[in-house]
């Protein structure tokens, strides 16, 4: 098997330090770039590809993006010479497992205090899908959160949200305040006239029920849109 590495090298003829498993092992993880560490988990080439060049290949389809290589679908992984199901299967399993320890790393922040505790609690839910999805955090009077839940999923341009659901969920876990989010896969992160309708009328709802919409938060390439920061949710829960 012949992997090259930098100037033509075989991995195999490059110094123990430089190679991939080895750095590994000396100096642990954080030392190795996002291409050797792809390199380790593709393992091997074939005869008419190298694992270096398929790593390569791989991350030119993502523009070196980790965020983006987490949402390639085993089908988008499978298209990259090189790659086949198995190794789809490997790739795909890491990037769920990184995404799951995002998770549980939000999970220990239990207080929502801004929009940014918003958002890095809710990021991992939707950071990497294709389509939209509305979800919402409930909270109690001291801005712990109760609950958290999935209302909906749509397609690539929006998603149905029913206020109904929302507030029967709110409700039964007698929460004193709720946090709006969706994501958009698009990358804009702009409210669209539907989203803030949308909003207005949970806000308005809400109020009936004497509950507090403290945000609503749309989230886009790791990134995110605070209708409370931008003054579209009033603190008298007005909107604009």
Not at 22 to 46: D, P, T
Not at 183 to 200: A, M, V
Request: a positive charge; one cysteine or more; charged letters at 25%.
């Amino acid at each position: 098997m012949e992997i090259k590495g930098k100037l033509g090298q075989k991995l195999k003829e490059l110094a123990e330090n430089e190679r991939p498993r080895e750095k590994l092992l000396r100096h642990g993880a954080s030392s190795l770039s996002y291409l050797e560490l792809i390199v380790i988990l593709i393992g091997s080439g074939n005869k008419n590809i190298s694992a270096l060049e398929t790593g390569k290949n791989l991350l030119a389809k993502v523009n070196n993006s980790l965020s983006d290589l987490g949402k390639l679908t085993l089908k988008d992984l499978m298209e990259i010479q090189g790659i086949g199901e198995a190794k789809a299967y490997l790739l795909a399993a890491a990037m769920e497992l990184g995404r799951r320890r995002r998770e549980e790393e939000a999970k220990k922040m239990v207080k929502i205090g801004n929009s940014r505790h918003a958002f890095e609690y809710l990021l991992p839910n939707v950071e990497d899908i294709r389509h939209e999805e509305f979800w919402i955090l409930l909270l109690n009077r001291n801005n712990l959160v109760l609950s958290k839940r999935r209302m909906s999923i749509g397609g690539v341009a929006g998603t149905v949200v029913d206020p109904r659901i929302i507030f029967r969920f709110a409700i039964e876990h007698l929460a004193s305040s709720i946090v709006l989010c969706h994501n958009h896969p698009s990358g804009n992160l702009s409210p669209s006239p539907q989203d803030i309708e949308l909003t207005k009328k949970l806000v308005e709802g809400a109020k009936l029920l004497d509950i507090h919409v403290v945000d609503h938060i749309i989230i886009a390439n790791n990134q995110y849109f605070s209708f409370s920061d931008e003054g579209l949710i009033r603190p008298n829960q007005n909107i604009s």
